[in-house]
């Protein structure tokens, strides 16, 4: 008789759980206390892939031929993030058109795991549901709906992007920036800017030490 196969589909969602897993078991298994000391290595790159030290500088020239889907993947300290981007068809899309300018922002692997709850949780949905709410097909499909909801509130909808200019974002919220010493702040919320890791054709790629509102 012939055998049916019972490896299960990997979706968007699930596959974007698996990173974040991954990432903070990797980051918990720096903390135990009985192994080696970490020795210092300079990080790994593939043919392609730069992994700069520093967030590049202001004045970088844009690269014309470049778009923001080729360098969002090359940069380790936004992985979690850049993953959400390529699951949300609506980010990559964006991301992968020459002729619609964007300003991405891009919270670290860190505030990422950092926060209170997943990007993918919503407390109304506990709320209702119970410990199940992200269970099943239906469960999927609201763990993808928040994590949509999350993922647009860092896409902004314009670049260059003008100091003080109130801009929406991919999800409809206004956002701006301050200059607060020699740092930038993404506004509301003070939200402090790392700095600037890629300028490209259709946009840039700023980081942040934390993330922008998105709440519902």
């Known amino acids: 008789m012939p055998q049916h196969s019972c490896i299960p589909t990997i979706t968007p969602t699930m596959r974007s759980l698996i990173i974040l897993a991954s990432l903070l078991v990797s980051s918990q298994a720096r903390l135990l206390p009985f192994g080696d000391a970490p020795q210092q290595q300079q990080p790994m790159s593939g043919p392609g892939i730069q992994l700069p030290n ?11 031929d470049i778009i923001l889907s080729d360098i969002i993947g090359s940069h380790r300290q936004i992985q979690i993030f850049a993953g ?10 964006r ?3 020459p002729s619609e300018n964007t300003t991405l922002l891009a919270p670290t692997n860190s505030a990422i795991t950092s926060l209170p709850r997943k990007p993918w949780e919503d407390p109304a ?3 209702a549901l119970g410990a199940s709410a992200y269970e099943g097909k239906d469960g999927e499909d609201r763990a993808h709906r928040n994590m949509r909801r ?3 509130a860092h896409v902004v909808t314009e670049s260059p992007w003008k100091e003080g200019k109130k801009v929406k974002t991919l999800g409809g919220g206004e956002v701006w920036w301050e200059s607060r010493g020699e740092k930038k702040v993404v506004m509301p919320g ?4 790392d700095g600037v890791v890629g300028r ?5 790629v700023w980081v942040l030490n934390g993330v922008v509102n998105y709440a519902s």
């Open 190 to 193: 003070g939200v402090e800017v």
């Open 125 to 127: 949905d506990y709320d």
């Open 95 to 97: 991301l992968d058109n």
């Open 200 to 204: 490209v054709g259709n946009g840039e």
């Open 54 to 64: 520093k967030p590049s500088t202001e004045d970088s020239t844009p690269h014309g």
């Open 84 to 93: 959400f981007t390529r699951d949300i068809s609506s980010i990559s899309a």
């Open 150 to 152: 999350f993922a647009e």
